[in-house]
């Protein structure tokens, strides 16, 4: 199929562009192709520490069984992570975080797995051993923080995902302060991309995470997520979001929500963002499966939900 092409406006960044809107080939030479309205990213944490399933998959075999389930339930493709990122998490060191994914990635390659597979992780090293491995893609929370990152992405000609994070895991939710935080969180994205693009990313390979939940407050985040039709114009790359089990759904819904019930509610917003994303990174596969199911036979012709562009 083709990409879908429209012109839109690049607000307060660029000028007018042709930008495809519904269908992204990321990855030209491996065949990887993103589309709206989303596909689900099944979450692999291979920590102790992470904010809901820490330790759960920390043995190579209950990776695996996991991330089985998780493509068996619909996960198109599947995130592996070696680092906390929750709130107040500690830097892992370079050894092992690639002790923990690599094995990993590799043993889903070996036991069939063949949807991409990103590696969620700062480092370079990191990444450079586990695209080794198997991996397809990259998940950069910082951005291109490392700089050996985005000259590592341009040797390998993978896609990468750029996100928006305000500070660093240890201090992103002391406090944190936007004048405007729509246009200060789209300005970081476009400086992050033209460092990438200097580096020699192609610009094909990007996708773009507001970082909902990194270094934002309730208020920050509900304002980012109703501005993603304007990112989509902004920008015309493939959104990934993550807002599964994220702690500011208790304050959306006003009231206290332990993580482990915050399923339900997660796949509300996934019904409601989809038609404005390409990838949502989930916790639980098959609820978030069934929630955009049930938002395709319910909607119209139009991709997405009441927040999807017109």
Same mark, same amino acid.
């Given at each position: @199929?083709? #990409? *879908?092409?429209?012109?839109?406006?690049?607000?307060? =960044?660029?000028?007018?562009?042709?930008? +495809?809107?519904?269908?992204?080939?990321?990855?030209?030479?491996?065949?990887?192709? *993103?589309?709206?309205?989303?596909?689900? @990213?099944?979450?692999?944490?291979?920590?102790?520490?992470?904010?809901?399933?820490?330790?759960?998959?920390?043995?190579?075999?209950?990776?695996?069984?996991?991330?089985?389930?998780?493509?068996?339930?619909?996960?198109?493709?599947?995130?592996?992570?070696?680092?906390?990122?929750?709130?107040?998490?500690?830097?892992?060191?370079?050894?092992?975080?690639?002790?923990? *994914?690599?094995?990993?990635? %590799?043993?889903? !390659?070996?036991?069939?797995?063949?949807?991409? =597979?990103?590696?969620? $992780? $700062?480092?370079?090293?990191?990444?450079?051993?586990?695209?080794?491995?198997?991996?397809?893609?990259?998940?950069?929370?910082?951005?291109?923080?490392?700089?050996? @990152?985005? #000259? &590592?992405? %341009?040797? +390998?000609?993978?896609?990468?995902?750029? @996100?928006?994070? +305000?500070?660093? #895991?240890? $201090?992103?939710?002391?406090?944190?302060?936007?004048?405007?935080?729509?246009?200060?969180?789209?300005?970081?994205?476009?400086?992050?991309?033209? +460092?990438?693009?200097?580096?020699?990313?192609?610009?094909?390979?990007?996708?773009?995470?507001?970082?909902?939940?990194?270094?934002?407050?309730?208020?920050?985040? !509900?304002?980012?997520?109703?501005?993603?039709?304007? &990112?989509?114009? $902004?920008?015309?790359? #493939?959104?990934?979001?993550?807002?599964?089990?994220?702690?500011?759904?208790?304050? &959306?819904?006003?009231?206290?929500?332990?993580?482990?019930?915050?399923?339900? %509610?997660?796949?509300?917003?996934?019904?409601? =963002?989809?038609?404005?994303?390409?990838?949502?990174?989930?916790?639980?596969?098959?609820?978030?499966?069934?929630?955009?199911? &049930?938002?395709?036979?319910?909607?119209?012709?139009?991709?997405?939900?009441?927040?999807?562009?017109?």
């Amino acid at each position: @199929m083709d #990409p *879908v092409v429209a012109h839109v406006k690049h607000d307060g =960044i660029g000028n007018e562009r042709e930008a +495809q809107v519904c269908r992204w080939v990321i990855d030209p030479v491996r065949g990887l192709v *993103v589309s709206r309205p989303a596909a689900l @990213m099944g979450i692999l944490n291979v920590t102790p520490d992470s904010f809901s399933d820490g330790g759960r998959h920390l043995a190579v075999a209950a990776a695996v069984a996991a991330g089985l389930a998780m493509v068996a339930a619909g996960a198109a493709w599947l995130d592996v992570g070696g680092e906390s990122s929750r709130p107040g998490a500690q830097e892992v060191s370079l050894a092992d975080e690639c002790a923990r *994914v690599v094995p990993v990635i %590799a043993a889903l !390659r070996a036991a069939g797995i063949t949807v991409p =597979i990103s590696v969620d $992780t $700062t480092k370079a090293s990191v990444a450079e051993a586990a695209l080794r491995a198997g991996a397809s893609a990259v998940n950069d929370i910082s951005a291109g923080g490392d700089p050996a @990152m985005f #000259p &590592l992405l %341009a040797a +390998q000609g993978c896609p990468v995902v750029l @996100m928006h994070m +305000q500070g660093d #895991p240890r $201090t992103m939710q002391v406090a944190p302060h936007y004048h405007a935080v729509v246009a200060e969180v789209c300005a970081v994205l476009a400086r992050r991309m033209e +460092q990438a693009l200097a580096a020699g990313v192609s610009e094909d390979a990007i996708l773009l995470d507001p970082g909902i939940g990194f270094g934002k407050t309730l208020e920050h985040n !509900r304002v980012l997520l109703r501005a993603l039709p304007h &990112l989509n114009a $902004t920008f015309g790359r #493939p959104l990934l979001l993550g807002v599964s089990r994220k702690s500011f759904i208790s304050g &959306l819904l006003g009231r206290g929500v332990p993580v482990g019930e915050r399923d339900a %509610a997660s796949h509300v917003l996934h019904a409601l =963002i989809a038609g404005e994303c390409a990838l949502l990174r989930v916790h639980d596969v098959i609820g978030a499966r069934d929630a955009l199911a &049930l938002a395709r036979a319910l909607g119209d012709d139009r991709q997405g939900g009441p927040y999807a562009s017109a």
